[in-house]
């Protein structure tokens, strides 16, 4: 174990080499062209609540989102930033997701609030799903169309997807045994992943956590059954090929059981 005061030294002088620190604006300067003029605002203000301190490298470009790797509360805390476009985000899509969740019912329909609205949505179901007992990154603030969470990984070192990392065949069966008991606490809280898959789980360790939560439905939601559906069968696909004895509707039951 590196002693505490070791590694926070470790991490600045880290900062110092690749970071960008965004206590002040002329710090922001340099990621003009990487982020449009209001992400960058609410960045800044986000920097100024003492939230972030330095920004890292980039640990994904989806389709939808951007994550970084960061530091938070006083360069002490590790975080993962997720910064949804507003530009070229598949807002008619995320829409709907939207409709018949009574949580967002209000919310106006243009692009830049259907996309705070999700960015919100993924704040509010990752906080849910921690409190049911499922392993997420916990989420920590939102603003605008930027979400912190807790980064999962260690030392700028992400954990990876479920797709990469090897397993033995009892670490399969565990992670399936623990993929499917988080699928059922999650609708006992009255949620639906729907967008399940190796992607979208990623292996601390032998640790399962789900992320990506911005398209998770309540059951009030239209398809929430069809794509509480396609979640099990995602999971159990990936699993059988990993030599898991898997019964997706045996897992599906079980899920429904309560
Ligand atoms: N909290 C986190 N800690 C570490 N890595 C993360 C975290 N959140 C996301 N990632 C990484 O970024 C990728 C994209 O994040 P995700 O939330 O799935 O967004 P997208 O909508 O682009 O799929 C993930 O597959 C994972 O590798
Ligand atoms: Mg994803």
Not at 32 to 43: I, Q
Not at 177 to 199: G, P
Not at 217 to 241: G, I, S, Y
């Amino acid at each position: 174990m590196v002693k505490v005061e070791n590694r926070l030294k470790m991490i600045d002088r880290k900062i110092d080499q690749s970071r960008i620190r965004i206590k002040d604006a002329d710090d922001l300067k340099s990621l003009e062209g990487v982020f449009d003029t209001s992400t960058l605002k609410t960045l800044y203000f986000l920097a100024n609540k003492g939230e972030i301190d330095a920004l890292g490298g980039v640990i994904s470009t989806g389709k939808e989102a951007n994550v970084f790797h960061a530091l938070g509360c006083g360069s002490e805390r590790e975080l993962a930033i997720k910064i949804y476009r507003i530009s070229t985000s598949n807002f008619k899509a995320m829409q709907s997701y939207l409709i018949g969740d009574p949580r967002f019912k209000d919310i106006r329909h243009e692009k830049r609030s259907i996309v705070f609205a999700w960015t919100k949505k993924e704040m509010r179901n990752l906080k849910k799903a921690h409190s049911a007992g499922v392993r997420v990154p916990k989420p920590f603030d939102t603003r605008n169309n930027i979400l912190l969470m807790e980064f999962i990984g260690e030392d700028e070192l992400p954990a990876q997807q479920l797709r990469v990392v090897p397993l033995t065949p009892e670490e399969a069966k565990d992670a399936y045994e623990t993929t499917i008991e988080y699928v059922r606490r999650l609708y006992q809280a009255n949620l639906v992943h729907a967008d399940l898959s190796e992607f979208n789980i990623l292996m601390d360790g032998r640790e399962v956590v789900f992320i990506d939560m911005g398209q998770s439905v309540t059951l009030d939601h239209p398809n929430a059954m069809e794509f509480l559906q396609r979640d099990v069968d995602n999971v159990a696909r990936f699993f059988k090929k990993k030599g898991v004895k898997v019964d997706s509707d045996a897992a599906l039951d079980m899920v429904l059981s309560g």
